[in-house]
């Protein structure tokens, strides 16, 4: 055996959501690693004490984009695990899965540059997007589970 996916091979149908799940990690790694040089060289941010409140802030802007990473990441995990192992709809799950990565992304981008409103603005919007494909998920994930035979 390889790989899990030779051990129980309708995983393969999964494998672009997977995909997804893994990257979303490493993203999420890599917001961590930035917030060091970006947020805490300028000594705009003290580590361990709470955020100085300040949008124009890149370094602000920084360290939101990775705890709210952080935050996201294990519902979208949970929902994942849950959806596979109940053998919820592999084509849903994959594309709610790459919409959920997509919104994420456009998240980054757009909280970095700093474009738009602070609410109601295309982060908002990007942020909005990454939520409901999470919900969506979850509910697919629930109801693969409830209705298995």
Do not use: C
Request: net charge positive; charged share 10%.
């Amino acid at each position: 055996m390889n790989s899990l996916f030779d051990a129980l091979p309708f995983l393969a149908s999964y494998q672009p959501a997977i995909i997804v799940l893994a990257a979303l990690s490493l993203t999420t790694l890599v917001q961590n690693l930035l917030t060091a040089p970006f947020s805490f060289n300028k000594e705009e941010q003290i580590p361990g004490m709470p955020l100085r409140f300040d949008h124009s802030k890149f370094s602000f802007r920084v360290l939101r984009t990775f705890s709210n990473s952080a935050e996201s990441l294990p519902a979208f995990g949970w929902a994942l695990l849950v959806a596979v192992a109940a053998g919820a709809s592999p084509s849903l799950v994959n594309w709610l899965a790459g919409l959920h990565f997509a919104s994420r992304m456009a998240f980054w981008l757009i909280y970095y540059i700093g474009v738009g409103k602070e609410a109601g603005g295309p982060r908002t919007m990007a942020f909005v997007g990454g939520l409901a494909t999470n919900i969506v998920l979850a509910v697919t994930a629930l109801w693969a589970a409830i209705t298995v035979v």
